[in-house]
């Protein structure tokens, strides 16, 4: 039976590719051009075991002209069944940058310079409608999943470009070189290959960013040097991402990649694990000796005489060399500090406040220029006292005028993230914003659901939060949970209406704390937690004293007043002073100090005060305080280390009996430091809350307390 209805671009297609298969033991007078192995736009391999220059049988076939201006379907773009004289073309060097790479499935693909917009050509969909025809022909295989193209219909009066294997080839590594150079991503693709031959890369959006941050940073850096009035968006980054993200293979491949436009940078790169730093600087080693990166332009040459597996450099001036934090680096100077993971998981808090203190005296002003050199910091958290957290506390502000820019990608996307630091909230300085918006969206499909709860156990809540989601202690809080606090107002107390609770704390309603008959608040006692310190009283090192003011209410415990802050002695007592002074005429107050540090002498102090009248209220009438000391093991479980008495306090937090005033400016603080003990850097809010809640247990503790300030 005949055919029914018009032939279809594919059937037409594939006639002509079987004509030819007729065709090529035909006996035929040749052209010219055929006797040079070309047609008019058509030169068939027709298996992959047939050499045409070894078979006298082979002729090649006559012109197809006709028979292509009777195809509708454009001959095949593929360098195994189409090709054609070489035409000249020459790319200016000034035209080379940038380009853009045509991903196409077959087996050759062609990437063109970006200033020609080559996507929107007419070439570039006829390729498309190319390759498309010969898939619906039978004579590429299909791509599973793909979109299948429609090839659509041209004039045939327009010529159809066609690219031999030789020039596709040579354009596809000038590209190829170009991109390697001008962009840091595509560098990262290409050396992989090299690295690691045998295991695909499994790119993703935070490889982008990753590679993007460190490129944005050192671009600024060269254009600090050339214009002495540029100022550089942000000379310190700091980037916080979960483990196995390729961070340290980038940030070790950067090098290399800077050398490319700054042959003469001195990097000095320091870690905690020595094998972190032999591991970067062999990937190094292996790129700089590799074929493909020397054949880049303007790819500087391992050094002879410098070559050392740790400490090497190139021919041309500069140095990479690789040290811990805790080595000895007097007299060293760098363009570029890393900074790669300077705590390991195994580390203790004294061991990491000895790796953060070493940085601070001898590795942050190990730079050559204050001006143009630049810092880079990577690694995942562990404590709030970390190199991070230290880093985000001391040097904060304007990441254009020393500040830190702070990358943080969790592996789990949280909506209501907050940062001290404000640079890794939103859009930043670079242009970058995270571009994951549904809660608990995963970083990259490679992390499986099933992989992370496993991790969740293995690790446990705080190893989680901290290695996988950047955050020392989980969002919703670690051994004391932020949901546990209620929340209450004095009576005709109205908080400020933009007043909102910190994050992970329950949405209850509002306890309103009642007055008496007497005017007085319907409180059993007040009683004033110290918790006494010798440490420095700076804001950045040392501890602070704990100092609080609790209303006890039968079972309830009140948050009045925190005014824990790193004082002095002296302002301890004026504090404490202060305190029974606003809160005197309210209820009967009582004082409990922890017997160390300067505890027992402020004991006495606040003794003889009581004994000469020093304690007043408001109106200036005397008010009788009881000073009491905890003395030890028999202090119903006050006694041990301090994670020992905060398990002895989460019953009475658990049961919802302990309530913070609402709108309070210290509230964020103390939910804050609760939330991440034990992995915190200050305890001293805990350490006077706990003492509190442990001390006063039981309701005829209070009675008889009571009982005691009324006689």
């Known amino acids: ?58 002729k090649p076939t006559h012109s197809a002209t006709k028979l292509r201006l009777k195809c509708k379907t454009p001959i095949l773009h593929d360098v195994s069944l189409c090709a054609c004289p070489p035409p000249t073309i020459n790319i200016p060097p000034d035209k080379q940058i940038p380009y853009t790479v045509i991903e196409n499935p077959t087996p050759i693909g062609i990437r063109v310079p970006a200033t020609a917009n080559f996507e929107k050509t007419l070439e570039c969909q006829q390729l498309l409608a190319d390759q498309a025809a010969a898939r619906e022909a039978g004579l590429l295989p299909r791509v599973e999943g793909g979109p299948e193209l429609r090839a659509p219909r041209y004039p045939v009066d327009q010529p159809i470009p ?50 993007d941050h460190i490129q944005n940073q050192l671009e600024d850096r060269w254009k600090a040097q050339e214009d002495p009035n540029f100022t550089m968006r942000a000379q310190n980054v700091l980037i916080n991402v979960p483990p196995r993200t390729l961070k340290s293979t980038i940030l070790a491949l950067s090098c290399l990649w800077a050398w490319l436009y700054e042959p003469t940078l001195r990097i000095a790169a320091f870690s905690a694990n020595p094998q972190v730093s032999i591991q970067n600087a062999r990937i190094c080693h292996t790129i700089i000796q590799c074929p493909w990166y020397l054949q880049l332009p303007g790819a500087p040459n391992l050094s002879k005489i410098h070559s050392a597996l740790t400490d090497f450099g190139n021919d041309q001036g500069g140095t990479r060399f690789c ?36 940085y601070d005296m001898a590795v942050h002003n190990r730079i050559n220029n204050p001006r143009t050199s630049i810092r880079t910091g990577i690694m995942q958290r562990f404590r709030v006292d970390d ?49 994951r918006t549904v809660e608990g969206e995963i970083l990259h499909v490679r992390f499986t659901t099933e992989y ?29 949970k932020n949901v546990w606090y209620g929340w209450f107002r004095l009576v005709n107390e109205h908080p400020p209406v933009s007043w909102q609770r910190p994050a992970g704390c329950n949405e209850s309603e509002t306890v309103i704390l009642e007055r008496r008959k007497n005017g007085k608040l319907d409180l059993d006692m007040i009683v004033i937690s ?15 004293v704990g100092l609080q003011a609790w209303g006890l209410q039968r079972m309830r415990r009140f948050c009045l007043d925190d005014r824990t802050a790193p004082i002095s002695y002296i302002d301890t007592i004026v504090e404490i002073k202060a305190m029974v002074k ?32 020093k304690f007043t209220d408001k109106n200036g009438r005397p008010v009788y305080v009881v000073v009491e000391v905890l003395k030890g093991p028999d202090d119903k479980g006050v006694a041990g280390d301090k994670e020992t008495r905060a398990h002895a306090a989460t019953p009475a937090l658990a049961s919802g009996m302990v309530l913070l005033r609402q709108g309070s400016t210290w509230a964020t603080a103390l939910v804050h430091e609760t939330g991440v003990f034990p992995n915190g850097k200050r305890d001293d809010r805990v350490d006077a809350m706990t003492q509190v809640l442990n001390f006063y247990t039981e309701t005829n503790d209070i009675a008889k307390a009571r009982a005691l300030l009324q006689c």
């Open 1 to 58: 039976m005949g055919r029914k209805g018009p032939r279809t671009d594919a059937q037409r297609a594939r006639e002509l590719y079987l004509w030819h298969v007729r065709q090529k033991y035909k006996p035929q007078k040749r052209t010219k051009q055929q006797k040079q192995g070309y047609t008019d736009g058509v030169h068939l391999r027709y298996r992959d075991d047939f050499d045409p220059t070894k078979s006298r049988k082979y």
């Open 162 to 211: 066609y690219f031999p294997v030789e020039q596709v080839l040579e354009i596809r590594q000038l590209a190829q070189n170009t991109l390697a150079k001008r962009y840091l991503r595509h560098f990262v693709r290409q050396a992989w290959v090299h690295l690691h031959p045998n295991t695909p890369l499994e790119w993703g959006k935070h490889v982008d960013a990753l590679c």
């Open 323 to 358: 040290r811990g934090l805790d080595s000895n680096v007097t007299g060293v100077g760098a363009d570029w500090l890393q900074i790669d993971d300077p705590h390991d998981v195994r580390d203790s808090e004294s061991q990491i406040r000895q790796t953060v203190d070493g």
């Open 387 to 435: 190199f991070s957290g230290h880093m985000l506390e001391i040097h904060t502000g304007n990441p254009a005028k020393g500040g830190w820019l702070h990358l943080r990608m969790p592996m789990e996307y949280l909506v209501n993230h907050t940062c001290k630091c404000g640079s890794c909230v939103g859009t930043n300085v670079y242009g970058w914003q995270d571009w």
């Open 452 to 480: 992370l709860d496993t991790m969740k156990i293995v690790h446990g809540p705080y190893g989680y939060a901290g290695q996988y989601q950047q955050e020392p202690a989980p969002p919703t809080g670690g051994m004391i």
């Open 530 to 544: 110290v918790d006494g310190t010798f440490g420095n009283t700076s804001d950045t090192k040392g501890s602070a």
């Open 582 to 613: 606003e809160w005197g005429h309210e209820a009967p107050i009582r004082i409990l100090v922890e017997p160390k540090a300067f505890g027992p002498t402020a004991v006495e102090e606040l003794r003889v005060a009581m004994r000469e009248g």
